[in-house]
């Protein structure tokens, strides 16, 4: 038997075929709608899935205004930052994040669910999230997918 007829393939840079998917964020629920995007974004769900490559596809979120939270969460869940001064510490809850810019709940959440290292912080850069039904990337011509029929 030829034990070379049967190597695992990895994928790389160039054998990664990356698509443009949209995503209607309208009526989703927060979390799950970050977990299944950000399974999308690392490639998790390619039977050619390699951890240390970047294969997963682009994602474009629209509507990101009307996300949900389920519970008390828009006025329980906290984001910490800090100013790097002593006494620095800041927080704001769900609904106040949300005022400032409804992409960046979504955004915040997606990071927060990639890798922590550099890989994370280029495959962050395949997301767009978008407030209203209008997004910038027509020309891509991004194919339509639906959260709710994945697994």
């Given at each position: 038997?030829?034990?070379?007829?049967?190597?695992?393939?990895?994928?790389?840079?160039?054998?990664?075929?990356?698509?443009?998917?949209l995503v209607d964020a309208e009526g989703q629920t927060l979390g799950r709608l970050a977990s299944k995007?950000?399974?999308?974004?690392?490639?998790?769900?390619?039977?050619?899935?390699?951890?240390?490559?970047?294969?997963?596809?682009?994602?474009?979120?629209?509507?990101?205004?009307?996300?949900?939270?389920?519970?008390?969460?828009?006025?329980?869940?906290k984001y910490i930052r800090h100013t790097g001064y002593p006494g620095g510490q800041r927080e704001l809850?769900?609904?106040?994040?949300?005022?400032?810019?409804?992409?960046?709940?979504?955004?915040?959440?997606?990071?927060?669910?990639?890798?922590?290292?550099?890989?994370?912080?280029?495959?962050?850069?395949?997301?767009?999230?978008?407030?209203?039904?209008?997004?910038?990337?027509?020309?891509?011509?991004?194919?339509?997918?639906?959260?709710?029929?994945?697994?």
């Amino acid at each position: 038997m030829n034990t070379l007829s049967y190597k695992t393939i990895s994928a790389n840079k160039a054998t990664a075929d990356k698509k443009w998917l949209l995503v209607d964020a309208e009526g989703q629920t927060l979390g799950r709608l970050a977990s299944k995007v950000a399974t999308l974004l690392r490639g998790k769900h390619k039977p050619n899935y390699t951890p240390h490559v970047d294969c997963g596809d682009n994602v474009v979120i629209i509507n990101a205004e009307k996300i949900n939270l389920t519970g008390n969460k828009w006025e329980a869940k906290k984001y910490i930052r800090h100013t790097g001064y002593p006494g620095g510490q800041r927080e704001l809850n769900a609904r106040e994040l949300f005022a400032k810019g409804p992409a960046r709940l979504i955004e915040k959440s997606v990071k927060g669910m990639l890798p922590k290292n550099r890989l994370g912080a280029e495959l962050f850069r395949n997301l767009k999230v978008y407030a209203g039904a209008e997004h910038k990337q027509e020309a891509q011509q991004p194919t339509v997918i639906n959260l709710n029929e994945l697994k």
